[in-house]
């Protein structure tokens, strides 16, 4: 049996059918309805946030989010407005930011939890810069305390892409609180997932109303329309779906946790392999095992052990590589340097983690990691 690096945690099929029995009676399947805002306002329990609005991906969530901000506006009135942000994400942050006309300035990360680099966030600050869109990679959480000052400083957004960091805490305080917003996704490779969906959370009130509308076409009423928006509703069976897999968190996070002690102790004793400590003041969903592989120690290359992986078809994935700024399609952005998310992204290797993964399927992979 193929192992890939993520499966989805579902309930058991009787559960979701209870779920969905109601919706099949209303015939109301979509556009905001009452399964929509059963799970909402779970959601909003669950991640301690005093607001959040649901979208059918974190992608949209996070793209319409922008432009919900007045960043386009305020972009467009500076003569294309910049955003600094990482290149070492899923292309998905980039793709949001490039859509609204702004342009992503690429701010190295640091290599202790492949983060943004607060410190190098600065030097990057011009007239144009609208906001700050940094990325909680792997459920890394970032430096929230000094990004927020440097935007307090300079008058700047933050809206935070927490797409592997749901649920998590930070110092004891749900992710969702830092910065202006935050996005989260609940694709089915997620630590959480309501088949696709995402969502984005805030604080200031004012940012519902267009937020709730863009993803909705604009619509503000029947025959007005407030902004030029698209379609993102999250719909009733999607919603169902997220209200079983939340009843289930704790359980997932519990089987997460014990795959990842597992690697922690077959990977101890492996010299030029790391595996990304979890961070002190943090509570980890335990959604990704990125390992760094040092070949000069090691003797072998993240390349090498992502092939040996593949011949006994497991499916060890290579997150994030290349890194966005080398990207074709972001060529002309490629203005400063990033070495350090270039080396993130040549050595390191996402190995599979997921409830269900048993002792012996992890013991096959770090047998076939460990091999000399
Ligand atoms: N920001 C960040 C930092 C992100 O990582 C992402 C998404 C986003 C924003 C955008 O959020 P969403 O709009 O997606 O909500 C996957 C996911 O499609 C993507 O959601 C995710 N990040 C990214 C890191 O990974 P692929 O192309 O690697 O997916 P795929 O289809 O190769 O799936 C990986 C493995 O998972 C498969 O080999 C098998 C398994 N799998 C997958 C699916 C879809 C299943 O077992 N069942 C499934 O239903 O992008």
Do not use: W
């Not at 202006?180 to 997932?193: G, I, Y």
């Not at 984005?200 to 076409?217: C, S, T, V």
């Not at 030029?228 to 997460?256: Q, S």
Request: charged share 25%; with cysteine.
């Amino acid at each position: 049996m193929p192992i890939y690096v993520t499966r989805p945690s579902m309930p058991e099929l009787e559960e979701y059918m209870e779920e969905i029995r109601p919706i099949f009676e209303r015939r109301l399947l979509t556009n905001m309805g009452p399964v929509y805002k059963k799970f909402q306002r779970m959601l909003i329990e669950y991640l301690e946030v005093p607001e959040l609005s649901l979208f059918v991906n974190g992608h949209l969530a996070l793209e319409l989010g922008i432009q919900a901000m007045g960043l386009k506006k305020l972009g467009m009135a500076v003569g294309g407005g910049e955003v600094i942000t990482t290149p070492y994400t899923f292309v998905s942050t980039t793709h949001a930011i490039s859509r609204n006309n702004l342009k992503p300035v690429f701010c190295d990360i640091r290599l202790e939890d492949y983060c943004m680099d607060p410190d190098r966030i600065e030097e990057l600050v011009t007239d144009k810069t609208v906001a700050i869109i940094p990325v909680h990679v792997y459920g890394n959480i970032c430096d929230v305390d000094k990004i927020q000052k440097i935007a307090d400083k300079h008058g700047l957004k933050v809206i935070y892409d927490a797409a592997h960091a749901f649920g998590e805490k930070y110092d004891g305080k749900g992710i969702g609180n830092f910065g202006d917003a935050t996005m989260f996704s609940f694709h089915a490779t997620k630590a959480f997932n309501s088949i696709e969906g995402g969502a984005m959370a805030f604080h200031d009130k004012r940012y519902g109303i267009p937020l709730h509308e863009l993803k909705n076409f604009g619509i503000h009423g029947e025959v007005e329309i407030s902004a030029i928006g698209g379609n993102a509703k999250l719909d009733e069976f999607r919603a169902a779906m997220g209200i079983c897999n939340l009843r289930r968190m704790e359980e997932c996070i519990r089987a997460r946790k014990a795959v990842r002690k597992q690697y922690e102790e077959r990977l101890a004793g492996a010299e030029g392999i790391t595996l990304c400590p979890v961070q002190d003041r943090v509570e980890s969903n335990y959604a990704y095992i990125p390992i760094y592989v040092d070949r000069e120690v090691f003797g072998k290359s993240r390349d090498d052990l992502y092939a040996a992986l593949r011949e006994h078809e497991i499916y060890a994935r290579k997150y994030f590589y290349p890194a966005v700024n080398e990207l074709e399609c972001y060529a002309e952005c490629r203005e400063q340097e990033t070495p350090v998310a270039h080396d993130a992204s040549i050595h390191i290797l996402t190995l599979p983690i997921y409830e269900g993964l048993t002792t012996e399927e992890v013991d096959r992979i770090c047998d076939i990691i460990l091999q000399k």
